[in-house]
């Protein structure tokens, strides 16, 4: 089995391929299962936003001996105080819990002295804090804003370097995809959003766009030349654009995963949640997302896109044709010897009909043979419309063998 480097070798110079555009209509499929489910957990389950968009209270215990049972004890210390609604408790760091309330007011230093009695630490290791939900609507106002900005000043820079709105809206469409799905995964696990989970949105749009421009530039390159050589479709060049950078697409995708990784291990065992637990989860997520689409879905929609243009269409009957005559030549190059295979006209410009190594007769004997009645005879050569052909015409009207007139016997 080769190794990875001898793989993308092979994908790069064509010795072997992955049918990307063949099957577009699987990915499709997977796509939009993908899509399905997170509309469902969206629209169904919900989005759990954290308490900068719903407004609450923050309480933050350290220095505590033995974190067991902190939730029932949170819950208790809450409603102690006079507070109802639910509570959110989560342990960070191992000696610290976070609970969340619903806005205080009045009893909020009940609700301090409650937890520090509940958790047995002094009232002075318990930090309050009163955020309300107008923060967040303002924070989910601006990232609106900056998104829809984003995207059309990405459209309109993506369709003058590409010169085709084509790649730009291919583009669009898997950006869209990647924020959905990622945004559908959230609301199906249940991942609280912080402002730090926005960002993270936002920042994983400009690495999925990376990825697929960097794909795009190598779909132009070969789809160029194909328009210009003619000698393949539209549709295999782009295939082979996608093989030559699946190895780099995957390896810049691991490297950019591995350190997230590490800061989630490192969060979830010793931070706790956070604003870098948060960004961690959305980078993860969305940069495995954005690898998928930039593959699998960016460019076979684009050659969705331009399958019906005059240019392309021209092209791929061109290329048919081609392909077609190659297959021919092969064919009468592969036959047994002294057999005869007829070739269409348009096969070869150089023979419509000839004798696979049949033995030479430069002297033109067989020719007097045939002409006298003799009992060795050799295939008669016609073009397409029947007529006979000289036998050296399977080698080309030019340097031809003189023959020498031989008397008869």
């Given at each position: 089995?080769?190794?990875?480097?001898?793989?993308?070798?092979?994908?790069?110079?064509?010795?072997?391929?992955?049918?990307?555009?063949?099957?577009?209509?699987?990915?499709?499929?997977?796509?939009?299962?993908l899509?399905?489910?997170?509309?469902?957990?969206?629209?169904?389950?919900?989005?759990?936003?954290?308490?900068?968009?719903?407004?609450?209270?923050?309480?933050r215990?350290?220095?505590?001996?033995?974190?067991?049972?902190?939730?029932?004890?949170?819950?208790?210390?809450?409603?102690?105080?006079?507070?109802?609604?639910?509570?959110?408790?989560?342990?960070?760091?191992?000696?610290?819990?976070?609970?969340?309330?619903?806005?205080?007011?009045?009893?909020?230093?009940?609700?301090?002295?409650?937890?520090?009695?509940?958790?047995?630490?002094?009232?002075?290791?318990?930090?309050?804090?009163?955020?309300?939900?107008?923060?967040?609507?303002?924070?989910?106002?601006?990232?609106?804003?900056?998104?829809?900005?984003?995207?059309?000043?990405?459209?309109?820079?993506?369709?003058?370097?590409?010169?085709?709105?084509?790649?730009?809206?291919?583009?669009?469409?898997?950006?869209?995809?990647?924020?959905?799905?990622?945004?559908?995964?959230?609301?199906?696990?249940?991942?609280?959003?912080?402002?730090?989970?926005?960002?993270?949105?936002?920042?994983?749009?400009?690495?999925?766009?990376y990825?697929?421009?960097?794909?795009?530039?190598?779909?132009?390159?070969?789809?160029?030349?194909?328009?210009?050589t003619?000698?393949?479709?539209?549709?295999?060049?782009?295939?082979?654009?996608?093989?030559?950078?699946?190895?780099?697409?995957?390896?810049?995708?691991?490297?950019?995963?591995?350190?997230?990784?590490?800061?989630?291990?490192?969060?979830?065992?010793?931070?706790g949640?956070?604003?870098?637990?948060?960004?961690?989860?959305?980078?993860?997520?969305?940069?495995?997302?954005?690898?998928?689409?930039?593959?699998?879905?960016?460019?076979?929609?684009?050659?969705?896109?331009?399958?019906?243009?005059?240019?392309?269409v021209?092209?791929?009957?061109?290329?048919?044709?081609?392909?077609?005559?190659?297959?021919?030549?092969?064919?009468?190059?592969?036959?047994?010897?002294?057999?005869?295979?007829?070739?269409?006209?348009?096969?070869?410009?150089?023979?419509v009909?000839?004798p696979?190594?049949?033995?030479?007769?430069?002297?033109?004997?067989?020719?007097?043979?045939?002409?006298?009645?003799?009992?060795?005879?050799?295939?008669?050569?016609?073009?397409?419309?029947?007529?006979?052909?000289?036998?050296?015409?399977?080698?080309?009207?030019?340097?031809?063998?003189?023959?020498?007139?031989?008397?008869?016997?």
């Amino acid at each position: 089995m080769p190794n990875f480097a001898q793989l993308g070798n092979d994908l790069y110079t064509g010795k072997r391929s992955i049918d990307f555009i063949g099957r577009q209509k699987q990915w499709y499929a997977f796509s939009a299962v993908l899509i399905a489910l997170a509309l469902v957990g969206i629209f169904a389950r919900g989005l759990n936003f954290g308490i900068e968009f719903r407004g609450g209270s923050e309480y933050r215990l350290t220095g505590i001996s033995d974190v067991s049972n902190y939730e029932t004890k949170a819950r208790s210390a809450i409603a102690e105080a006079g507070i109802g609604g639910n509570v959110l408790s989560t342990v960070i760091g191992g000696n610290s819990v976070r609970v969340q309330t619903e806005a205080a007011g009045e009893h909020n230093e009940a609700a301090k002295a409650a937890l520090a009695k509940a958790f047995g630490i002094q009232l002075n290791t318990v930090s309050a804090s009163l955020i309300g939900p107008s923060w967040g609507a303002s924070v989910t106002s601006k990232a609106l804003q900056a998104l829809i900005i984003f995207l059309v000043l990405l459209a309109l820079v993506m369709a003058i370097y590409f010169r085709t709105w084509k790649m730009a809206a291919a583009g669009l469409v898997a950006l869209l995809h990647d924020l959905l799905v990622t945004v559908g995964i959230y609301a199906l696990a249940g991942f609280e959003i912080t402002p730090a989970s926005m960002i993270g949105f936002l920042t994983i749009l400009g690495y999925s766009l990376y990825d697929t421009v960097v794909v795009f530039d190598k779909v132009r390159e070969n789809t160029t030349e194909a328009m210009g050589t003619r000698r393949t479709s539209y549709a295999a060049a782009a295939n082979l654009a996608v093989n030559q950078t699946l190895v780099r697409s995957i390896n810049t995708t691991v490297v950019a995963l591995l350190p997230i990784v590490a800061i989630l291990i490192v969060g979830v065992t010793k931070i706790g949640p956070g604003t870098l637990l948060d960004l961690a989860l959305a980078l993860f997520v969305g940069i495995a997302v954005g690898a998928y689409s930039s593959i699998f879905i960016a460019t076979p929609l684009l050659v969705d896109l331009r399958r019906n243009e005059p240019g392309i269409v021209e092209l791929e009957k061109h290329a048919a044709k081609l392909a077609s005559r190659e297959r021919a030549d092969q064919a009468v190059q592969d036959a047994p010897v002294g057999t005869t295979r007829t070739v269409p006209a348009k096969a070869s410009s150089t023979r419509v009909s000839a004798p696979v190594d049949a033995p030479s007769d430069p002297a033109g004997d067989s020719a007097d043979e045939a002409t006298d009645g003799g009992e060795s005879e050799e295939p008669v050569l016609t073009d397409a419309a029947g007529r006979p052909l000289h036998k050296w015409a399977s080698t080309g009207p030019r340097n031809q063998p003189k023959r020498t007139p031989r008397a008869r016997r």
